[in-house]
């Protein structure tokens, strides 16, 4: 299982230092969850805070896109070669429209889906993807508790993408913890985020290792 700490849960006036830490800690990935205060009723960090993340991270980023206008936030985060940029299909009206640009930029190109929305959404475009990030909470917010039916819902997308493209990854993002990740990981998922779990853990190497199971 890889692991991708989510800098929500970072000490923001001491970004760089927790961002490094979390690298030199043995995490596989840095999550990045940028948010509009429009899709989502919270507002985060745009480029030229993720430019300094960027700078201080030594593992490759992974952006979510929480935002209206995805298009817009693609080219503005493409500079910054981040390995993943995730939107939300909820919110985009041309997904295969979308994933190739983000894939003309050499970025892997990957689909939210919100804790209700059904995996069959992507019967027709998961071949085009390399990663499928569900939500294990409704977006906005760290700290969230986890929603458990993320867990047939992987099930059921594993099974899709051993019969459409075995090579695409399933994320799981929200509420992810030592209390299951077990079922995670049964379940098929390749690569969990984690915010609170490794930022409030008093031991931050000991908390990502624990989920690399
Ligand atoms: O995208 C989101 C929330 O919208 C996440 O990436 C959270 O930031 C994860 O935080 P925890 O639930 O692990 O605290
Ligand atoms: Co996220």
Not at 14 to 38: K, Q, T, Y
Not at 97 to 125: A, C, D, F, W
Request: glycine residues 6%; charged residues 25%; contains cysteine.
């Amino acid at each position: 299982m890889k692991v991708a700490p989510s800098i929500l849960s970072a000490d923001f006036g001491n970004l760089a230092r927790d961002v490094a830490e979390i690298c030199e800690s043995g995490c596989d990935l840095v999550h990045v969850d940028v948010m509009d205060g429009h899709f989502v009723p919270n507002l985060t960090i745009g480029p030229v805070v993720v430019s300094a993340v960027a700078k201080a991270a030594t593992k490759p980023l992974d952006i979510h896109l929480m935002v209206e206008n995805n298009t817009f936030f693609v080219d503005l985060f493409a500079p910054l070669k981040p390995e993943y940029i995730s939107f939300h299909i909820e919110e985009e009206k041309h997904p295969h429209r979308l994933i190739q640009k983000i894939r003309s930029y050499g970025i892997k190109p990957s689909i939210v889906l919100n804790p209700n929305t059904i995996p069959e959404e992507l019967e027709y475009i998961l071949g085009d993807l390399d990663m499928v990030l569900l939500m294990s909470v409704n977006p906005g917010f760290g700290g969230q508790s986890f929603i458990d039916t993320v867990i047939p819902k992987a099930m059921k997308l594993d099974e899709m993408r051993k019969r459409l493209n075995p090579k695409c990854l399933i994320e799981v993002d929200g509420g992810v913890s030592d209390q299951n990740i077990k079922a995670l990981k049964d379940a098929g998922v390749d690569v969990v985020v984690a915010g609170s779990y490794v930022f409030k853990h008093k031991d931050r190497a000991q908390a990502i290792k624990s989920l690399q199971i």
